[in-house]
């Protein structure tokens, strides 16, 4: 199993607060290049343990499960069971439940990946460090979902991770009827006549038009992101394409400075990369000087198509995201949920808006609505009641193993934080990449649920850990 060295991480003392330059940043960036490596022998030559198939569930932990039951409800997705000690939820497509909030202290707790064979789960019990024994799915989850597990610290976010087989649960029918669009002149693309567009099912017989929309339909998880501190956000690319065999999509880096010149790229950005040391991702591909930033995975499906990326690692260089007197701590960045077409991406945007506006509800949007250019997908993000990032996604890119990987210098992302089209960054800022800390309303929470919040020592939460890897439910 090919192994990445990295140096020492920095210390909070030397990290260079970027806030200040993000509108400089990328606002300025427009003249970069794209290097499109075709073909399965342009990927790194990693030869995996496992290869996932997608990824399964994310986990958290809150303080007030009534709150997040609407937060739940409000953002679209399915409980399908509820005690006053955990939330699950599903959407309508998948495996199983999607989404897990346990009572306790506010706090990321890790995700599942999906494997597609028991042996899987296996060859991770006997190779992976910590890594329980492979089990049956006990207690309520068994019952919900069935299937088998295994589950392990990893080495270097400090995040649950667990690995899940066998589970299933029966698809749901949408709650709306699938929108048809009226594309022009094409004939056989239009709406037939006389139907009028209701894709929010709220024009009333009598005109009045007063119900609400209310909001999307999920259909399943889509991807999670981790921003990273420099250096281990390179132990974390290597670690997750080493042990689940995920492949590099799209990945951004920075050029040296000479290459530059009349862009705003933050030089103290520049220098930390640099520390990094090589990328995990292209061996020998970047020119001296040259610095990783971020890169996209989607899992090894073959010929079979994926998502253009299930798991995607950034850099992390916010100094707010550090516990204090410690150093900056892996976060997660936000996950994704799909759903089916942009109305749906939009009544979201406005049931969540419209929660937060006239119920005063803790829901504050972080980037949106708006199309990616990596990927493609369209996407709105918003923070939950405790600052975690939230995506409806929808009408994103798929690709096999045979695409390869693209590679792209950060001065070509484009002058409006590689949009297709959606709110500029001076309209709303891009606040869904670092992590809980990022959203208004952390200042507002007590000392202990801050530091909560952005640290990933799991001493606070180790009770609460023992019981879900518990491998016989107690």
Same mark, same amino acid.
């Given at each position: 199993?090919?192994?990445?060295?990295?140096?020492?991480p920095?210390t909070?003392?030397?990290?260079? =607060?970027?806030?200040?330059?993000?509108?400089?940043?990328?606002?300025?960036?427009?003249?970069g290049?794209?290097?499109?490596?075709?073909?399965?022998?342009?990927?790194?030559?990693?030869?995996?343990l496992?290869?996932?198939?997608?990824?399964?569930?994310?986990?958290f932990?809150?303080?007030?499960?009534?709150?997040?039951?609407?937060?739940?409800?409000?953002?679209?997705?399915?409980?399908?069971?509820?005690?006053?000690?955990?939330?699950?939820?599903?959407?309508?497509?998948g495996?199983?439940f999607?989404?897990?909030?346990?009572k306790?202290?506010?706090?990321?707790?890790?995700?599942? $990946?999906?494997m597609r064979?028991?042996k899987?789960?296996?060859?991770l019990?006997e190779n992976?460090?910590?890594?329980?024994?492979v089990?049956? +799915?006990p207690?309520i989850?068994?019952?919900?979902?069935?299937?088998?597990?295994?589950s392990?610290?990893?080495?270097?976010c400090?995040?649950l991770?667990?690995?899940?087989?066998?589970r299933? +649960?029966?698809?749901?029918?949408?709650t709306?009827?699938?929108?048809?669009?009226?594309?022009?002149?094409?004939?056989?693309?239009?709406?037939?006549?006389?139907?009028?567009?209701?894709?929010?099912?709220n024009?009333?017989?009598?005109?009045?038009?007063?119900?609400?929309p209310?909001?999307?339909?999920?259909l399943?998880i889509?991807?999670?992101?981790?921003?990273?501190?420099?250096?281990p956000?390179h132990?974390m690319?290597?670690?997750?394409?080493?042990?689940?065999?995920l492949?590099?999509?799209?990945?951004?880096?920075?050029e040296?400075?000479?290459?530059?010149?009349g862009h705003?790229?933050?030089?103290? $950005?520049? @220098? $930390?990369? =640099?520390k990094?040391?090589?990328?995990?991702?292209?061996?020998?591909?970047f020119?001296?000087? *040259?610095a990783?930033?971020?890169?996209?995975?989607?899992?090894?499906r073959?010929?079979?198509? #994926?998502?253009?990326?299930?798991?995607?690692?950034?850099?992390?260089m916010?100094k707010?995201?550090?516990?204090?007197?410690?150093?900056?701590?892996p =976060?997660?960045?936000h996950?994704?949920?799909?759903?089916?077409n942009?109305?749906?991406?939009?009544?979201?945007?406005? =049931?969540l808006?419209t929660?937060?506006?006239?119920k005063?509800?803790?829901y *504050?949007i972080?980037w949106?609505?708006?199309?990616h250019v990596?990927?493609s997908?369209?996407y709105?993000?918003?923070h939950?009641?405790y600052g975690h990032?939230?995506?409806?996604?929808?009408?994103?890119d798929?690709?096999?193993?045979?695409?390869?990987?693209?590679?792209h210098?950060?001065?070509?992302?484009?002058p409006?934080?590689h949009?297709?089209?959606?709110?500029?960054?001076?309209?709303?800022?891009?606040?869904?990449?670092?992590g809980?800390?990022?959203?208004?309303f952390?200042?507002?929470?007590d000392?202990? #649920?801050?530091?909560?919040?952005?640290?990933?020592?799991?001493?606070?939460?180790?009770?609460l850990?023992?019981r879900?890897? @518990?491998t016989?439910g107690r």
């Open positions: 199993m090919a192994k990445s060295t990295v140096n020492a920095p909070a003392a030397d990290v260079i =607060q970027f806030v200040d330059r993000d509108l400089d940043l990328f606002e300025g960036i427009n003249d290049e794209e290097h499109h490596l075709a073909g399965g022998e342009s990927l790194p030559p990693i030869e995996p496992t290869k996932a198939w997608d990824v399964a569930y994310i986990r932990s809150v303080p007030d499960l009534d709150l997040y039951e609407r937060w739940v409800t409000d953002f679209g997705l399915k409980i399908i069971y509820k005690d006053d000690q955990v939330i699950y939820s599903r959407g309508l497509q495996d199983g999607c989404h897990v909030a346990h306790g202290p506010a706090k990321f707790l890790g995700f599942a $990946m999906m064979d028991e899987d789960l296996r060859v019990q992976i460090e910590g890594c329980s024994t089990h049956k +799915i207690g989850e068994g019952k919900l979902c069935g299937g088998s597990r295994v392990f610290i990893d080495p270097v400090n995040l991770i667990e690995a899940v087989h066998g299933s +649960i029966d698809e749901l029918p949408p709306r009827d699938r929108v048809e669009y009226n594309y022009g002149s094409k004939e056989n693309y239009r709406r037939p006549a006389n139907k009028l567009q209701d894709t929010s099912g024009r009333a017989a009598d005109g009045s038009n007063t119900v609400h209310g909001p999307p339909d999920v399943k889509g991807h999670v992101v981790l921003s990273i501190p420099v250096g956000h132990k690319m290597a670690f997750m394409m080493e042990t689940f065999g492949l590099p999509s799209d990945s951004a880096y920075f040296s400075p000479k290459s530059t010149e705003s790229v933050n030089p103290g $950005m520049f @220098d $930390m990369l =640099q990094a040391g090589p990328s995990p991702i292209y061996p020998g591909t020119a001296e000087g *040259e990783t930033y971020a890169c996209f995975f989607r899992c090894d073959g010929e079979v198509p #994926t998502d253009h990326h299930t798991f995607f690692i950034l850099s992390l916010d707010k995201q550090a516990p204090v007197g410690g150093d900056i701590n =976060q997660l960045s996950v994704s949920f799909e759903v089916s942009l109305d749906d991406v939009w009544r979201g945007h406005m =049931q808006k929660k937060a506006e006239f005063d509800e803790r *504050e972080a949106g609505v708006g199309r990596l990927g997908h369209i709105d993000y918003w939950d009641p990032v939230h995506e409806h996604m929808s009408d994103g798929r690709m096999t193993r045979s695409f390869g990987q693209r590679i210098k950060m001065s070509g992302l484009g409006n934080g949009n297709q089209w959606g709110p500029t960054v001076r309209d709303s800022g891009i606040r869904n990449l670092d809980p800390a990022g959203a208004s952390y200042e507002d929470f000392h202990d #649920t801050q530091q909560s919040l952005v640290d990933r020592n799991l001493d606070n939460v180790s009770e850990i023992e879900i890897r @518990d016989n």
